[in-house]
């Protein structure tokens, strides 16, 4: 196998049902009183990480970039399989972003051209080798990551205080890495979070602009407000009126939004039951890795 490439990686979630396991943690967590707490903390986190530059918010707004995000940060962090360096190569990336299919090779270029665009990664040769090259995240990438934990860790306090997990993110300067490392090895290892809800990431990930759309609505309905106008969440985001549009449209299709005759959204039940779950998945996945040292 050439030296830049992926090695097989086993998980202790991965046999014995693992991601049966998430399911089951998730579910505990919807059942928790907090939880409807919980999910309002996370939903406003997520708009305010969705609150970027136009260029920035381009790397998250589909699943696939940000799983070229996820891969990058893994495979950079975990130096106890990978070296010094690091394991962040391009022969890396492209095997664990095509081996499941997740994401195309024209994403994975387009991807890593936009993170060095911004600012998010460079390019850099091996000390020890000098034919190997090497992405590296900057100092602005692991700002990009905390302000992305943020939300997740307010979240889990909601439903675990005493798990301290903000204490744990601002006063831990390995916590990040920890948590990058034991997350990455999981999804590299077992199906991704994502994987246990396809319909509703195949909308929600995979349509540029749905995911700040679906979060305005569903803002919206846990607060009972109005929700902003179609050219506000196009400001908002970094978007056009008439992709939020087409993605009102499509969403209404698909039974994720109910548009009465003030062409206004809402959510169904089938949207705040999906976006329940998923948020719950995310949270189990997160709490599995984000432990102290």
Same mark, same amino acid.
Do not use: C
């Given at each position: 196998m050439p030296a830049d490439r992926a090695t097989p990686m086993q998980s202790s979630t991965s046999e014995g +049902? &693992?991601?049966? $396991?998430?399911l089951a943690e998730a579910a505990r967590l919807r059942a928790l009183p907090a939880f409807p707490g919980a999910v309002r903390e996370y939903t406003v986190g997520l708009m305010r990480f969705r609150e970027a530059p136009r260029l920035i918010n381009k790397l998250t707004s589909y699943d696939a970039r940000f799983r070229v995000n996820g891969y990058l940060l893994y495979l950079h962090a975990d130096r106890e399989r990978f070296g010094p360096d690091g394991g962040a190569t391009y022969g890396r990336l492209y095997d664990l972003c095509t081996r499941r299919s997740e994401v195309s090779p024209r994403s994975l270029k387009t991807t890593l051209a936009l993170l060095k665009l911004t600012g998010f990664v460079q390019s850099v040769r *091996?000390?020890?080798d000098r034919r190997s090259k090497f992405y590296r995240p900057t100092a602005r990438?692991? +700002?990009f990551v905390e302000q992305w934990l943020t939300y997740a860790v307010r979240a889990l306090d909601a439903l675990d205080p005493q798990a301290r997990r903000e204490a744990m993110l601002r006063d831990d300067p390995a916590f990040i890495e920890r948590f990058l490392v034991s997350g990455g090895r999981d999804h590299v290892a077992n199906e991704p979070p994502a994987g246990r809800m396809p319909d509703f990431i195949g909308f929600f990930g995979a349509r540029e602009g749905a995911a700040t759309v679906i979060i305005s609505v569903m803002l919206a309905d846990i607060d009972a407000s109005t929700l902003p106008s179609r050219g506000d969440i196009?400001?908002?985001f970094g978007l056009s009126k008439s992709q939020v549009s087409n993605i009102i449209v499509e969403g209404a299709r698909l039974g994720f939004f $109910?548009? &009465?005759a003030t062409a206004v959204p809402t959510a169904t039940p089938h949207l705040r039951d *999906?976006?329940?779950?998923?948020? *719950?998945i995310e949270l189990a996945f997160y709490a599995r890795h984000m432990q102290p040292a």
């Open positions: +049902g &693992g991601e049966d $396991q998430l *091996s000390e020890s990438m692991f +700002g196009a400001r908002r $109910q548009v &009465g *999906s976006y329940r779950q998923w948020i *719950s």
